[in-house]
T-cell receptor, first 115, second 114 residues
């Protein structure tokens, strides 16, 4: 069984640029969530996709957007990068929408640095 | 809104010591509660969970009991090992299907000395 993978591992961008982060879900999982983890903080929920539709969103501006593809892989796009966007971005997949006891499986993350 | 508060670290213990990491929560509904662990350079791993009041989650010697009356979900282990050194996150899910995502605490860095 293949776990959640993310790419790239690290990247450095300049303020104002755009970035795309990628995630491959664990085999058989059709739900993916994205989180932002600032240094020394807990992850914060950005949004969730279920069967290619955005299913829920946290307190993040519209310049954070996403996609989920038919194979359930996903992208996180961030436009007009700001210095505060520097963080570890985590992708998590789960089997399907169920009760709130569903389990999420996390990837290793992408470390984004904005200069 | 929902929130999770956990004790700040780092927490430094000697091997074989007893561990408690406190976690309290605020939620509008009846959340499910989780403990995740993050080892250096790795992603978050689910350690244990509890879905209703008085449930006890357990895994790898770690335990936590869902206490609705005190809105708490404290993590305990009777005898820690050096390999338990990691960052531990308490989290809750307050929505059916998880559409609001998980709400995490800030994490507690645990250091176990031999």
């Amino acid at each position: 069984e293949t776990g959640v993978t993310q790419s790239p591992t690290h990247l450095i961008k300049t303020r104002g640029q755009q970035v795309t982060l990628r995630c491959s879900s664990q085999s058989g999982h059709n739900t993916v969530s994205w989180y932002q983890q600032a240094l020394g903080q807990g992850p914060q929920f950005i949004f969730q996709y279920y069967r290619e539709e955005e299913n829920g969103r946290g307190n993040f501006p519209p310049r954070f957007s996403g996609l989920q593809f038919p194979n359930y892989s996903s992208e996180l796009n961030v436009n007009a990068l700001e210095l505060d966007d520097s963080a570890l971005y985590l992708c998590a997949s789960s089997l399907e929408l169920a009760s709130s006891s569903y389990e999420q499986y996390f990837g290793p993350g992408t470390r984004l640095t904005v200069t | 809104g929902d929130s999770v508060t956990q004790m700040e670290g780092p927490v430094t213990l000697s091997e074989e010591a007893f561990l408690t990491i406190n976690c309290t929560y605020t939620a509008t509904g009846y959340p499910s509660l989780f403990w995740y662990v993050q080892y250096p350079g790795e992603g978050l791993q689910l350690l244990l969970k509890a879905t209703k009041a008085d449930d006890k989650g357990s895994n790898k010697g770690f335990e936590a009991t869902y206490r609705k009356e005190t809105t708490s979900f404290h993590l305990e282990k009777g005898s820690v090992q050096v390999s338990d050194s990691a960052v531990y996150f308490c989290a809750l899910s307050d929505s059916g299907g998880g559409a609001d995502g998980l709400t995490f605490g800030k994490g507690t860095h645990l250091i176990i000395q031999p």
